[in-house]
């Protein structure tokens, strides 16, 4: 049997439209590359859009890659992830299962004795493997999910079992992403012969003892300008396991299939990409600007810098004048000239005499830890919820209200959908 796992799609990510074609490009790609390496079936482990109500043109072009998968008859399994959808659980994944283009796995009830989730899985139909997991939602409050799972159930089963979720686990968390909220991995049941995980874009695995590798595959394409920087492109894996292993009835120790299962990552990159950092330190805003563009113009002459993505980062503090003197668009336009196929700036990190605070959200450029630790910060001025409470709930009123209006939505609609959203998320904290 041999499969592909991927994560954090974020189809619609990107506000500058260069970036946002090579997001549906790598996608399509990725999708190309399933199909020549014939693999059985394909996992979306969640956060498959970047919004909860994307726009046509990304359901259109995600309808038509799934179709093609559909003709094949290449079975797709998904969870929903953070971004999937809305408070009020709306979702374009339950639009595209109607049409029969994926199955969503997060199937389950609850027990109205024991008051436990009970989790079903999916069998599919050519290879027989068990697919189940627990969709994401956003902070903390997908933990509750795994709090009151029935574990035995799907630790008991026979077969092949694969366990998707879209959680930060502690015991898979990278060193950057250590001041995040997470479970533990023992939240998780035990004995599935594969972990597919997404809401992490850090590529991980990670072997437990009693547990199959747990996996992260990271972002599938970088989905903002850290990322990008730190990654330069994203990939999935292809899991591959010997067939006689396939038809088992007994459970086998998760040593036992170890040896029987090989995974490989496949990155895919469309564009190469130039990354500069660069020092603010005792230079002018012209100084500076002048420094970049020779750094560029110097380093064009051994190695073109045609149709790569370049990223710029800056710190330091400058010695007169500020952050937005920096004549970025005269810096954009020259490295255009040179043939880049896009330029992203990061000067969030330069200081100035006028303006320090953003030093006390620590030592990172990624904006949603700077939100989070500012957030963190500020926490418990205000009585009504105890802190971890009031925490979540800014989280979520900050990303529900990260909305504008769709195509074709009424201003009265659009302004239902906001209170809406919003008072299931008061209600939801109301404890
Ligand atoms: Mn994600």
């Known amino acids: 049997m041999k499969y592909a796992h991927l994560a954090d799609l974020h189809l619609g990510s990107w506000r500058d439209e260069e970036m946002r074609k090579l997001s549906t490009a790598t996608f399509e790609k990725a999708i190309n590359s399933c199909i020549n390496q014939k693999v059985d079936f394909i996992l979306f482990a969640g956060d498959i859009f970047n919004n909860a109500l994307p726009a046509i043109d990304i359901v259109n072009f995600l309808a038509f890659t799934l179709q093609k998968l559909k003709k094949l008859d290449i079975p797709l399994y998904v969870i929903p992830g953070s971004h999937d959808f809305s408070p009020t659980n709306r979702s374009m994944i339950d639009v595209l299962e109607s049409a029969g283009l994926l199955t969503n796995v997060c199937k389950g009830s609850i027990n109205k004795e024991t008051k436990l989730l009970e989790l079903n899985y999916t069998t599919d139909p050519k290879t027989k493997a068990k697919i189940t997991g627990i969709l994401g939602r956003r902070g903390m409050l997908g933990s509750t999910y795994y709090e009151n799972l029935n574990r035995e159930k799907l630790e008991s089963e026979p077969g092949y079992k694969i366990f998707m979720f879209h959680t930060t686990l502690t015991e898979l968390k990278p060193k950057h992403l250590e001041m995040l909220d997470s479970c533990p991995a023992s939240f998780l049941p035990k004995n599935q012969d594969y972990y597919a995980g997404g809401h992490i874009h850090h590529r991980t695995i990670v072997e437990i003892p009693g547990f199959g590798p747990m996996t992260y595959t990271g972002a599938l394409f970088p989905n903002n300008f850290s990322e990008l920087k730190k990654y330069s492109n994203g990939g999935f894996y292809i899991i591959e396991t010997s067939n006689q292993d396939l038809n088992k009835t007994e459970i086998t120790s998760s040593e036992q299939k170890k040896s029987t299962q090989i995974i490989t990552y496949h990155p895919i990159k469309i564009k190469d990409h130039i990354h500069l950092e660069i020092s603010a330190k005792s230079k002018t805003p012209e100084t500076l600007q002048e420094e970049i563009i020779d750094y560029f113009q110097t380093k064009n002459k051994q190695t073109p810098i045609i149709d790569k993505i370049i990223t710029i980062s800056v710190n330091g503090k400058l010695e007169k004048g500020k952050a937005s003197d920096i004549k970025w668009g005269d810096i954009f336009k020259t490295l255009g000239t040179l043939g880049a196929y896009h330029v992203l700036k990061n000067d969030l990190k330069i200081q100035t005499q006028e303006y320090q605070e953003f030093l006390q959200a620590g030592d990172t450029t990624d904006s949603k830890l700077i939100e989070e630790s500012l957030i963190k910060e500020h926490l418990g001025q205000f009585k009504t919820f105890n802190k971890q409470t009031e925490l979540?709930?800014?989280?979520?009123?900050?990303?529900?209200?990260?909305?504008?209006?769709?195509?074709?939505?009424?201003?009265?609609?659009?302004?239902?959908?906001?209170?809406?959203?919003?008072?299931?998320?008061?209600?939801?904290n109301n404890h």
């Open 392 to 428: 979540d709930l800014i989280k979520n009123l900050l990303s529900s209200l990260n909305t504008s209006k769709k195509e074709a939505e009424k201003t009265s609609d659009f302004q239902k959908r906001i209170k809406q959203d919003i008072n299931v998320l008061l209600a939801n």
